[in-house]
């Protein structure tokens, strides 16, 4: 008796009875599963006369294989028979389900194989292991493939089997974690690149998917998250139980597990994250493994870290950040705000860990790897000489406490410092309890770390951590100190620095203020410290005390001079040591040698940050010109790094005791002339391996910068020098890649292996150095057309030519960015050259739209994820750019350049879609800040985004802006149809919440009322009106939005004061009234808030034309207010208006010369003194018309009178009158 097909067909058709159902029952059960199998492999194919056949056949030997599950009454076969059978049909099965047909039957063989699995579990549990490991062998190459098929087996398994499935073994769970994970990724990856990428070519979107590293977003719905809610929870359960018993071979393989995991939570959180279930599963998996005794071992101390930093991973990702923190039922912003009085469990568990079962949170495991993994052998740390660059070698041996450190400080900055600081300061006094240098170095690290990751919640402990540090760097333990002058440096980084375009921090940070005294003495006495370590770092600690801020190690901003000239003789007394070194011998120490280059560059640091002040020392400079000329014949790396050391050291000194205007030149001019000497001698001679070329280039710059004029005759040998290293090709090669990972990754070599479509793994190697000479060439050609302005007008058009293609440069954003900055200076040169009559006109006409549509291009092309900073810098040198253009005028008052309407168009068009983008990055970021925003950390960094994208916002506005001024009524088609519909809707708060945005919007439509002529002004009038009347109202509106609105409101007066009825008119009147009449000009705290509204009261109501001139009869009170606020300074075009109207106003009778002769004589002389020094706030037929008020004075007032209030005047006002007058 057997089954064949013929049976088959009978069971298809049952008859009454189903007799073929009986014929079948009655073959044995190992019959059965023999002879069904034996069918399958004949039936399965693409024949659809079979199909019937084979599904049936496949349905029965599903059954059949669930039976030998059973017991051996019920089966008639010995467990041992049983496995032996399903071994018999296993392989067949798995030949069948390999063939590649996507049919129903492949779909139902992978259910019988599911089956078996659980069936060979149940009977036997080591052999259902090992045919775990067969399958998981077969289907690896299918799920690398990303066959539906095989996912969907691989789910039947995990359903049926779910233990046996991961408990297989530890290297087989490994690889398959693996493919799974990655298909994820690869799903993940292909999804973002296929909606975000405009190209349809398939192999750029290839080439981009293997860069496009990271996502910050889960997606609970998308298939990578299905993924990983069906088989996550018990892969990771299986690792836990893997890690309850680890033998020695198992601990690399959970290591790459957890590599896997990190790798996943940074490209596919969603599979990491889709549900609850499964986040909660992984932080408890990794909790498990970071929690793990070491004992000194190091392969176990890396599988700790591992697990951490899959966690600091995932906790990165901002939707899973906001639900680890925010308690069920609780807002962002009163967690923010400190009024969860509970934790979430998540955060609670993540930082306390879980008392019931010993595990701490993963701030204590960090510092516990902070202390046990440093260096132990203090004396030979202190030993080993300091080096001039810190590579990974320099600190291997306190690699674990690096990395353990590092991801203490993303915990901080990801879990919030509200949550974590209190846990951090309580470690550090259980810490500070024992005298071990360890722990002390591990505390200062700690605080380091935590100022970094959370500086804004750090603020009320900053005065305790400098005590802390003050105190522990008088420890013997040379450790400690290193790490206390660390922990000093850091601070003074993050010490706040105010200017005009940086507004005051709502808590600064005050180090320097408050400790500057004690930071600098303990700085002092470690200068002079036998260990050159210490000593190194102690001169780079008064680097960052010098030039340190913000957050940044150079914030750009000039320190207080009071905050450091009482000090700088203290300091060189110190540096005395350092300096004495007798270049003359040989031998000089590696660590000597480091030293004395960190003491040069302290001694460089206090003379910029004294400036003048420096003078008194000024006789370290014979000292540096020696020097920078030490041993020519040694050409080590080291001495090449001391003599560039020492001539940017002389050139800073010498910028800085010459004097801001250059006071005191004559004393630097002989010293400047042999620094130059040498320079041009090295690169006449191409010796170019006695001073690194960046430094010499960044030194002459700063010599033009001082020496002006003079520096021109020196431009012939440098000039060509640095725009050869500008023009030389890049070194790009393209190899065959021997790494078979068969993943994009970066070599130890700088080369990158990738994938390329039809081509295979290949390496593609670009010379890193050669990027690094172009940025720091284009710094250089920046700063010498900057210091020399007209004079470098010759060498401008080989300039441009040489730095126009580097702004397109696909490697590097630091080159386009520099080489953008440095083509504005030099497109400025040209303008000012021009201007002069220095060169001929044609040249900055020309480069002009060359210039300005490359940048617009490449702003353009520059995508949402690069750095903010390289946006920032090729949009500011646009908005230079046409700032220039339109400001730069010949003898004839004609532009040097003037942009064409035709490149406007196209200019302005790429510029409104940067704007659009500027402003819905904006958008979210202030959505996030009202609704998600947990920390006050990070609503600072939000708010720091925030103010990057508004300086962005800025320079695309003003580019836009300065093309309107300057084609004027030209700009009308553009403005109707690329400006007026997407920012018109923005000047109101129905448009936009953003204040950013209607600030924009008003400025833009200011100017087309101001510039385009009566037609616009007309057109546009209302709309900007509309805009003008909300921002007055509304208190919401900061000064800069309501100081636009004034000087819109003004324009409307002047060119469309039809658009102006009589009653909102005065009332708008009333509110310009009070903007400055409330407050004297010297007192008001925005004083060109305060002149605008000035320049519009007159506008509005006493200047000839004016649309309330008639309906307000008695003017008296407008215009005393109106001559307080007199003369104008700021804006130059409103101050000419104004001073211009005040003459109408004279000759109308509205200012009694004999009462008001007082202001009138101060007004006066204060705009002659104006411009006598070359602010141009009037014109000269107005300043002959004020002559003409002066004499009118002298006409009406009697000489004593007028001589006592002349002698109140200002001196200058004095003298411009009396200048004047003669």
């Given amino acids: 008796m057997s089954i064949t097909i013929e049976l088959l067909d009978s069971m ?82 798995m030949s069948l389900f390999l063939q590649n047909e996507v049919t129903q039957s492949r779909r139902q063989i992978g259910h019988i194989i599911a089956e078996l699995s659980s069936s060979l579990s149940l009977v036997s549990v080591e052999d259902g292991k090992e045919w775990m490991k067969t399958v998981l062998n077969y289907i690896r190459p299918g799920c690398g493939n990303m066959d539906p098929m095989t996912f969907q087996l691989l789910g039947d398994i995990a359903d049926r089997s779910p233990l046996t499935l991961w408990s297989v073994g530890s290297a087989e769970l490994e690889a398959s974690m693996g493919a799974l994970l990655q298909v994820g990724i690869a799903h993940e990856k292909a999804q973002r690149i296929m909606s975000s990428s405009s190209s349809k070519d398939q192999m ?116 899973i950040k906001r639900l680890i923190l925010k308690p069920i039922g609780t807002s962002p912003r009163c967690v923010m705000q400190g009024g969860g009085s509970e934790k979430s469990p998540l955060l609670k568990f993540l930082i306390q860990g879980n008392d019931d079962v010993d595990q701490k949170g993963v701030l204590y495991v960090c510092a516990e790897l902070a202390i046990t993994g440093v260096d132990q052998d203090e004396e030979n740390w202190s030993e080993d000489p300091a080096s001039v660059y810190d590579t990974e070698s320099s600190w291997e ?29 309580q470690l550090v006094d259980i810490l500070l309890a024992s005298p071990s240098w360890q722990n002390q170095r591990a505390v200062l690290s700690i605080l380091e770390r935590c100022l970094a990751a959370a500086p804004a919640t750090f603020v009320p402990h900053v ?58 003495e303990a700085i002092a006495h470690l200068i002079q410290s036998p260990c050159t370590k210490v000593a190194s770092h102690a001169c780079l600690t008064v680097v960052s005390y010098c030039r340190g801020g913000n957050g940044q190690g150079d914030c750009m901003i000039p320190i207080e001079k009071d905050l450091i000239v009482p000090f700088v003789g203290s300091l060189l007394e110190a540096l005395k ?64 790094m001391l003599r560039g050391a020492a001539i940017e050291a002389a050139s800073i000194v010498g910028q800085a005791v010459a004097g801001p205007d250059g006071e005191q030149v004559s004393l630097y001019a002989n010293d400047a002339s042999e620094i130059m000497e040498f320079a041009t001698s090295l690169l006449s001679s191409g010796q170019t391996d006695v001073v690194p070329i960046d430094q010499l280039f960044a030194a002459c710059a700063r010599i033009a910068a001082v020496m002006g004029s003079q520096y021109v005759p020196f431009m012939p040998s440098i000039l060509p020098h640095i725009l050869k290293r500008a023009t030389e090709k890049l070194e790009v090669s393209i190899t065959d890649s021997e790494d078979s990972s068969n993943k994009s990754n970066e070599d130890d070599d700088g080369g990158y292996s990738i994938n390329i479509p039809g081509m295979g793994l290949k390496k593609i190697k670009i010379s890193t150095t050669q990027l690094e000479e172009k940025a720091n060439s284009a710094r250089a050609i920046y700063e010498h057309a900057r210091s020399l302005g007209k004079d470098f007008g010759p060498y401008a058009e080989a300039s441009a030519d040489a730095f126009l293609p580097l702004l397109h440069n696909e490697y590097s954003g630091d080159v386009r960015s520099t080489s953008a900055q440095a083509l504005c200076q030099i497109f400025k040169a040209a303008c000012l050259s021009a201007s002069a009559g220095s060169v001929a006109q044609a040249l900055p006409q020309n480069l002009l739209p060359v210039l300005a549509k490359a940048l617009a291009k490449q702003l353009s092309q520059e995508s949402d994820e690069d750095e903010l900073e390289i946006r920032f810098a090729i949009a500011d040198a646009l908005s230079e750019v046409m700032y220039d253009a339109f400001t730069h005028k010949d003898a004839n008052g004609v532009r040097v350049a003037q942009i064409s309407v035709l490149d406007a168009r196209e200019i302005v068009g790429h510029v409104m879609i940067l704007i659009a983008g500027c402003l819905t990055r904006r958008s979210k970021l202030i959505a996030e800040m009202t609704t998600d925003v947990v920390d006050n950390d990070e609503l600072a960094r939000c708010d720091e985004k925030l103010h990057s994208e508004q300086e962005l916002l800025t320079h695309l506005v003003d580019s836009v802006g300065y093309q309107l001024k300057s084609l004027g009524a030209s700009f009308i088609p553009i403005f109707s149809q690329l400006v007026a519909k997407p920012l018109g809707k923005l000047l109101t708060s129905t448009g936009t919440r953003d204040g950013r945005a209607r600030l924009s919007a008003t400025c833009l439509f200011d100017d087309c009322v101001e510039h385009c002529g009566p037609q616009a002004a007309s057109t546009y009038a209302p709309q900007l009106l509309q805009g003008v009347v909300e921002s007055l109202n509304d208190p919401e509106s900061d000064a800069e939005l309501i100081q636009a609105a004034v000087y819109g409101l003004a324009q409307i007066s002047r060119n469309a004061p039809n658009a102006l009825s009589a009653r909102l008119g005065q009332d708008l009147l009333m509110k310009i009234y009070n903007l400055c009449s409330n407050t004297s000009k010297s007192e008001a705290d925005d004083s060109a808030l305060f002149e605008n509204a000035v320049s519009c009261m007159g506008s509005l109501a006493l200047f000839k034309g004016a649309p ?59 705009i002659l003194s104006f411009v006598a020094e070359g602010d141009e706030v009037a014109s000269e037929s107005t300043c002959a018309r004020l002559l003409g008020i002066i004499d009118q004075i002298q006409q009406t007032v009697d000489a004593n009178t007028i001589q006592a209030a002349f002698a109140r005047l200002d001196p200058n006002a004095q003298q411009a009158l009396v200048s004047a007058m003669q």
């Fill in 12 to 93: 298809l058709a049952p008859s009454p009875g189903n007799p073929a159902e009986a014929h079948y029952r009655t073959i044995p059960l190992d019959s059965r599963v023999r002879e069904l199998t034996t069918l399958l492999t004949q039936l399965h194919g693409e024949n659809a006369a079979n199909a019937g056949r084979c599904m049936l056949a496949a349905v029965l030997l599903r059954r059949e294989v669930e039976t030998l599950a059973g017991k051996q009454q019920l089966t008639g076969l010995a467990p041992s028979s049983a496995v032996s059978l399903m071994g018999e049909i296993a392989n067949p099965l």
């Fill in 204 to 319: 750029e979107q290839a080439l981009m998917a293997q860069f496009d590293e990271k996502s910050t977003t889960v997606d609970a719905s998308s298939p990578s998250a299905i993924i990983g809610k069906h088989f996550l929870p018990t892969m990771l359960e299986a690792l836990t139980i893997f890690g309850n018993s680890l033998s020695s071979n198992q601990v690399d393989v959970m290591s790459s597990c957890m590599s896997h995991l990190s790798t996943c939570s940074i490209q596919c959180p969603s599979m990491m994250a889709g549900d609850d279930t499964s986040l909660t599963c992984l932080l408890r998996t990794c909790m498990k493994f970071a929690q793990i005794n070491s004992q000194g071992d190091e392969d176990i101390t890396f599988l700790k870290l591992s697990a951490l930093d899959v966690l600091a991973t995932i906790t990165s990702v901002p939707q």
């Fill in 397 to 425: 041996d306190d690699h674990t406490a690096l990395y353990a450190e590092s991801l203490l400080e993303t915990f901080v900055e990801n879990l919030g410092g509200a949550s974590t600081l209190q846990s951090i300061f």
């Fill in 463 to 520: 005065g305790s951590t400098v005590d802390v540090a003050l105190r522990l760097i008088q420890s013997s333990s040379k450790r400690v100190q290193y790490q206390a002058l660390q922990l000093l440096g850091a601070l003074c980084c993050a010490n706040t620095v105010e200017s005009d375009e940086q507004p005051a921090a709502t808590q600064p940070i005050l180090v320097r203020e408050n400790y500057g005294d004690k930071i600098l």
């Fill in 577 to 640: 040591l350092p300096l004495s070194v007798d270049m003359s011998q040989q031998g000089v120490s590696e660590g000597s040698l480091t030293v004395l280059i960190r003491a040069i560059g302290a001694t460089a640091c206090l003379a910029d940050a004294s400036g003048e002040a420096f003078l008194p020392h000024y006789g370290i400079m014979g000292g540096l010109t020696a020097t920078m000329k030490a041993c020519p014949n040694v050409r080590t790396h080291e001495m090449a």
């Fill in 1108 to 1166: 309330l001139f008639d309906s307000i009869p008695d003017k008296g009170t407008l215009s005393k207010s109106f001559l307080a606020g007199l003369p104008l300074e700021e804006d130059f075009d409103e101050a000419k208006v104004c001073h211009d109207g005040l003459c109408d106003m004279v000759d109308m009778g509205l200012v009694d010369i004999k009462a008001e002769y007082n202001d009138l004589l101060r007004i006066i002389g204060d």
